[in-house]
């Protein structure tokens, strides 16, 4: 439901989720504690319906772990111990989570093998993650935290690599290059998220 929180005019938010077949094992939350807008996008390996049980799970775990903590990398270390601990499908999740106190701008966030973000400021970039390790397997891993402090009219862009290997009917996949391409330029969220979507789409075509 879109916008998620209409009463605020400090926070702009689009997000979907395309599955390759009837389901798939990305997903994404986020929610608002504290004055702090708490968020996380993964990528469960594998696809269908195994997939998509392990994304139910992860996502029932990154509330939970978050609930009572505010710190990402102490957030993303409680999922990977959870998930390694009970891991018997052997799969692995990457995650990114982050954590934008709205109040100052001030974004912590901690990266678990997952595609680095783009930051939306004047320019174009990544930003700059560790990369660390995918959830589930290694228990007791120590993640990185890092930071960074977001001004106003700055955003961010993430995704999993179903944007960027998504193939066409040569097997050319739409890569990280097209998506920069198609970020530029000042829009609303919904607004980059309906562009980015638009190309992908005439992209892959009949693929």
Sequence with gaps: K???FPERTDLDIAAAIVPAREVGGDLYDYYIRDGK???????????????SLVMAMTRSIFRSASSHDDSPGSIVKSMNDNMSESNQSNMFVTFFCGVLDLGNGHLRYCNAGHNPPMILTDEISKLPVNSNIPLGVIMGFDFVEQEVVLNNDDAL???????TE???????QFGEARVDADLHGRKSAQE??????KKARHFVGDA
């Design 2 to 4: 879109f916008p998620p």
């Design 37 to 51: 807008l708490i968020f996380g996008i993964g990528d469960v390996s594998g696809k269908g319906i195994p997939a």
């Design 157 to 163: 862009f993430l995704y999993t690599d179903g944007i």
């Design 166 to 172: 998504a193939e066409n009917e040569f097997h050319d």
């Design 192 to 197: 980059h998220l309906d562009n980015i979507k």
